[in-house]
């Protein structure tokens, strides 16, 4: 994702300055025209000309920003104002980010600003999604609403999120303790036996000296390994950044098939659940599309919904480019189709949105059902076959003997 530098005029006419992450210069214009900016001039920013800023202050969780969107609405509801809400809820949250955030609206709304419009000032803490759903609640004056509407669309999004990161915990575990085991292995068990093996002068069988050759090389060149390894490690964390690599672990999800059960649903209840969001609160369609693209997680579904965005601007409906992207489910598009035909759009959304999140559980207990056996499985042969490198000469001793 690349860094974009623009110079911007408000709703205020005052000329601002600043930088916001996009993957493509048209993204990040639409995300600031959004915002109501006027774009005057915008340049891709290198490691030189990015905008250096030092947090130690972690990211928001949705945990934390559906306590804040309640706890604003049940203030805000009691007849407290903005500003003095806004003081509170900042002494109150624990995230030293988001207090300064909260502390900086504050200040803007005490200047006169729009209460959207100043959190729209802190892209890195405040969601599109959220800046959205609090500019329609003051134009339609019901701010309490959007904000309630939000804590439950990011308490549903928490939910499904650590779902999915659920059933991701159980293979990584496991491939780490497959590791640990074969270092352990290679490095403290082979060797000893290996001295027994040279002072017997015994003919060993090809696998035990394929794991000898093995053992010895990771005990000469460990100080080599362990630098390659984490050089690997970073050269694909950092590639899976780039465009290239968010297509091609895209893809990959979406190939493999108990995985991309997974992906897909997740993704559909996410689509529906904030779209439904947005609609309700009388964000425009297209509007809504791009800024739900957004959230997607995987880029091949969010590439979709930009085009779908685009398509509707000429007056496709959406259910259309719902079912030509082919990524997700016929109920998906068969619903919203029934929506659109009866004019009951949010409410087809809002039904998918549940089913979907039910289907993710579910998708959760059928992955980790596949995976559990598939990783013992691996487990057992790659320590299995350690054993079998070590038994296999003594064996071949032990039948020697016997046969005297």
């Known amino acids: 994702m690349a860094a974009w530098g623009f110079v911007a005029i408000d709703k205020g006419g005052k000329e601002i300055k600043g930088s916001r992450e996009a993957d493509s210069e048209e993204q990040a214009l639409r995300e600031l025209k959004a915002q109501g900016l006027i774009v005057l001039e915008m340049t891709e920013q290198n490691v030189l000309t990015r905008d250096i800023s030092i947090d130690f202050g972690g990211k928001p969780s949705a945990r934390d920003l559906s306590v804040f969107c309640r706890q604003f609405a049940s203030i805000i509801r009691a007849g407290v104002t903005i500003i003095e809400a806004l003081r509170m809820l900042a002494e109150a949250t624990e995230n030293k980010k988001m207090q300064k955030a909260l502390l900086n609206v504050r200040a803007d709304v005490e200047k006169g600003e729009a209460f959207a419009d100043s959190l729209a000032k802190h892209p890195t803490v405040f969601p599109e999604l959220l800046i959205q759903m609090a500019r329609a609640g003051e134009a339609s004056g019901s701010l309490e609403i959007s904000m309630e509407r939000m804590a439950i669309q990011f308490e549903k999004a928490a939910k499904t999120k650590a779902l999915v990161k659920k059933a991701m915990i159980y293979p990584t575990v496991v491939m780490i303790v497959a590791v640990a085991v074969v270092i352990v292995m290679l490095v403290v068990v082979i060797p000893s036996y290996t001295e027994m093996f040279q002072e017997l002068n015994a003919e060993l069988p090809a696998i035990t000296i394929a794991v000898i050759a093995m053992s010895d090389f990771v005990k000469a060149y460990w100080f080599i390994h362990i630098p390659v390894i984490i050089a690997i490690i970073l050269a694909i964390k950092a590639y899976a950044k780039t465009y290239g690599g968010k297509r091609l672990f895209g893809r990959l999800q979406l190939k493999i098939p108990a995985v991309r059960n997974l992906i897909v649903k997740s993704a559909s209840a996410m689509m529906a659940r904030t779209l439904s969001t947005l609609l309700t609160a009388g ?122």
């Open 283 to 404: 964000v425009p369609l297209n509007e809504a599309v791009g800024i739900v693209a957004n959230t997607m997680t995987n880029i091949w579904f969010r590439e979709a919904l930009q085009e779908a965005m685009e398509q509707i601007m000429i007056g496709v409906p959406l259910s259309q480019p719902l079912q030509s992207c082919g990524l997700f489910p016929p109920m998906v598009y068969y619903m919203v189709r029934i929506g659109e035909e009866a004019g009951s759009t949010e409410e087809m959304l809002n039904r998918l949105a549940d089913y979907y999140e039910e289907e993710v559980e579910l998708a959760v207990q059928s992955l980790m059902a596949v995976l559990e056996p598939m990783m013992i499985i691996v487990l057992a042969v790659i320590v299995g076959g350690l054993i079998a490198a070590v038994m296999a000469p003594m064996m071949k001793m032990y039948e020697a003997l016997d046969s005297l």
